[in-house]
């Protein structure tokens, strides 16, 4: 349930699903309704989440709440690495390994095994469906592997599907083999949903948010032009205040 409700509801929040209602309505409402009102409120929606500022602000509220806290005097027992980062319908499409925009997360947790900051890797992510094939911790582990990683300093956890069995997974693991020092690897702008599972199940982690997708205001009219790749980025933000609404009502109750 929890899991249908986190990959579904969230369509909910998407601006241009707002856009499409409020259309809709305007076209098919009460004969005695303004269909104008409707249409303006839906142009300026599309307008408001596809320029640079909305986008920019959502990111910028989500990714300051963390700050990093990994230590450069320890020699972590194990980096987590969560999944997110594999484009499954492109793999599985092309039978070639595609990566999305978080792909930072794999390269700084390689560096820090090939620095030798970290031990081991905890590589945590399985399909992201009943009909998905991809096993994303399995195409992780095979892509360090190909970097000169040494496979035994990799541990699988292969069936989590998001950030909540994420957590709960990867505790067992560390149970198992007894690992203290742990440095968990993610977005920023997903870090305090992660945080937040991850102390819920009891793990101590440091923090080493990656990814950073906000930036300093830019000067200049440009920043107000609507953009399709700015509605994209204010539906991913908005996509997140709900997964952690979502977690937050799971986990903690009302």
């Not at 945080?195 to 920043?223: C, E, I, M, Q, W």
């Amino acid at each position: 349930m929890f899991y249908v409700l986190s990959k579904t509801l969230d369509v909910l929040l998407s601006p241009l699903t707002w856009v499409l209602l409020l259309a809709l309505y305007g076209l098919l409402g009460d004969r005695w309704q303004n269909p104008r009102f409707s249409c303006a409120a839906a142009a300026l929606v599309l307008y408001l989440f596809s320029i640079q500022p909305v986008a920019n602000g959502l990111f910028e509220h989500l990714e300051k709440e963390t700050q990093p806290s990994m230590r450069s005097t320890v020699v972590y027992d194990a980096v987590i690495l969560l999944g997110g980062v594999v484009d499954h319908d492109s793999t599985t499409t092309w039978g070639q390994t595609a990566y999305n925009d978080s792909v930072e997360r794999l390269l700084v947790t390689f560096d820090l095994l090939r620095k030798g900051r970290a031990k081991n890797a905890i590589l945590s992510g399985g399909p992201s469906g009943p009909e998905d094939p991809i096993v994303e911790s399995r195409v992780l582990e095979k892509q360090l592997e190909d970097w000169g990683i040494d496979p035994s300093r990799l541990v699988v956890e292969r069936e989590s599907r998001n950030t909540r069995e994420n957590a709960v997974d990867t505790r067992q693991l560390v149970l198992q083999r007894g690992y203290k020092n742990l440095l968990l690897v993610t977005s920023a702008f997903h870090m305090p949903r992660a945080v937040d599972a991850f102390k819920t199940v009891g793990l101590s982690v440091d923090l080493l948010p990656v990814d950073y997708r906000s930036t300093k205001a830019s000067a200049g009219a440009n920043r107000f032009l609507p953009r399709a790749m700015f509605l994209d980025e204010s539906t991913l933000a908005l996509r997140e205040i709900f997964g952690r609404f979502v977690y937050e009502l799971a986990w903690h109750g009302p």
